[in-house]
């Protein structure tokens, strides 16, 4: 799996939007961006993921750059129950690649 | 919304002895995983898990562990003597293992505390 790099932590006011960055400079072509996140205690909840196309789903909306090296999730209304530990991971989808998790941004939504 | 169940949430044991930890995955899923968290570090693959055999284990992963799909639905991770460092977080995982939109998804987890 390629490496990611995300910042350590961020704040986001309740009611906001966050906008959690990740540079993935060294993704290969048939890798995918995914993101994950982890609440306190709880085990990693998948959350969205993409080839090049931005994604949207119930949860939250994945922008990847045209040239792929970087993207951005972003939680539309963040509220306090989205304080977690998110992580960006590329891998290329499939049943025998595990996922390798980084240290992740700490994201603290504020009230 | 299906989800990925463990048994169970919380274990203590003293050192030496031996563990089970349960794990039910989604019904139509092919791929089982296993993780680990200590305390205050990064989420760790242990093995994968497919058509009844080991897939891919980590260096992790050494004589003591083993794992086991025993029937239809259950999958197990079996510590056989447990020593002070496996104390961590326990989470297993499944995935349909197929396709572009293939993902894992992980289960709560199963907090081991070795004494």
């Known amino acids: 799996d390629a490496k990611t790099t995300q910042p350590p932590s961020m704040d986001c006011a309740e009611g906001r939007a966050a906008n959690l960055p990740c540079n993935h400079s060294t993704i290969s072509g048939n890798e995918y961006v995914y993101w994950y996140r982890q609440i306190h205690s709880q085990g990693p909840q998948y959350i969205i993921h993409g080839l090049k196309n931005n994604e949207t789903n119930e949860m939250a909306s994945l922008i990847i750059t045209e040239d792929r090296k970087s993207s951005t999730l972003i939680l539309p209304h963040a509220t306090l129950r989205d304080t977690a530990v998110y992580y960006c991971?590329?891998?290329?989808?499939?049943?025998?690649?595990?996922?390798?998790f980084g240290t992740g941004t700490k994201l603290q939504v504020i009230p | 919304e299906p989800e990925v169940t463990q048994t169970p949430s919380h274990q203590v044991t003293q050192m030496g002895q031996e563990v089970i930890l349960r794990c039910v995955p989604i019904s139509n899923h092919l791929y089982f995983y296993w993780y680990r968290q200590i305390l205050g570090q990064k989420v760790e693959f242990l093995v994968s898990f497919y058509n009844n055999e080991i897939s891919e284990k980590s260096e992790i992963f050494d004589d003591q562990f083993s794992v086991e799909r025993p029937d239809g639905s259950n999958f197990t991770l079996k510590i056989r003597s447990t020593k002070l460092e496996d104390s961590a977080m326990y989470f297993c995982a499944s995935s349909v293992g197929q396709g572009f939109k293939e993902t894992q998804y992980f289960g709560p987890g199963t907090r081991l505390l070795v004494l």
């Open positions: 991971i590329v891998r290329v989808p499939g049943g025998y690649q595990k996922v390798t």
